[in-house]
């Protein structure tokens, strides 16, 4: 069975490491790995963690390029190692405009596309945008559908999916969390943890927590006493101008607080780093820091009371460590989290935001039921599923 699987953001990299290294270990199986580089440095950085060499780099990234031209380039690029390699199927995970693309592509050619992270849905097509009309168009070429949970399987049955074509694995994101936990926590997050003064709420965090889906203990309340770490990471198009300027108003009031500090590693986009470094910049208890790698980046959210995010992963990831997540969002397609606590929605209108955020900072009881919540994204063993399911595949009942 030839495989091929293509990813091209630092998202999509993390969630596909587990799947491309059980792939290589497995007889019988030719596996290869193309990566467009939608995101050239943030993608590398994670190649090198899960010591993945790509057989084929697109090397797509430009400066200011618009999601038509990323597109045109994979169309044009990918096409040819498709029509050379051949693969039996072909995988993405996500919903970017590489998989939107890749999944096309791999129909043009009569390729069995299987769609990782299959079944996500706000409903709504602008939010998020694009990713809201790419999920849907893979789920309309792709041949198996690896719904990490049981609410997107059920987004799928309502569209019409054939149950047997449709698997359930849990997110490979928490097999990816699981590798890089264990890891040695890297120098640059103590140097930082020591300047900021961060260490008695990380001790104890660190001996009630561990990585597992079934339900974990609170962090202790003696620890709520302690000095308060709140990580941040904002980035998406849709809060672009006036929301990510209330999320960054919203900070610096919270940072008048003598009792928290703010970590918030800056995304490159421009749309981002002005508002950032014009609202946020030499505010008391506001770190900005470059983007993390993902092992830093681990490593800091392990130690954190609180993180307020618009990213997707993070909110599969942070309950893991039973962390509390504030979602910076009107919508999420990942609701799982919010039915099972861990989760909260709270948009991006300043005075709503602070709110929330003083809630948790200030009453344990409150911080109690989201902290000791039950992750519902997964058990670390969702590469395992995926690849299993491709084995056992009945390739007879794929009509070309």
Known sequence: MKILSVFGTRPEAIKMAPIVRLLKEKNGIEARVCVTAQHRQMLDQVLELFQIKPDYDLDLMREGQTMAQISAGIFTH???????F??????AVGDTTTVVTTSLLAFYRRIKFGHIEAGLRTHNKWHPFPEEINRRLATVTADLHFAPTQWSQ????REGVDPEKIHVTGNSVIDALNYVSKQDEPQEIKNLLDKLEIGSLSALRLRSVSIRSATRPPAPLSAMDNKKLIL???HRRENFGKPMENIFHALKELAERDDVEIVYPV??????????NRILKDINHITLLPPLDYLPLVHLMKHATLILTDSGGIQEEAPAFGIPVLVLRETTERPEGVAAGTLKLVGTETSHLVQEAKRLLDDPVEY???????NPYGDGHAAE???????N???DQFVK
């Open 154 to 157: 059920g987004n799928l049955l």
């Open 368 to 374: 109690g039921k989201m902290s000791k919540a039950s």
């Open 232 to 234: 941040v990471t904002a």
């Open 385 to 391: 599923r995926i690849v299993e399911a491709l084995l």
């Open 86 to 91: 051949k693969p039996d199927w072909v995988l």
């Open 78 to 84: 990918l096409d040819p190692i498709l029509e050379e």
């Open 267 to 276: 995304h490159l986009n421009p749309n981002v780093q002005e508002p950032a």
């Open 393 to 395: 595949t009945n390739t």
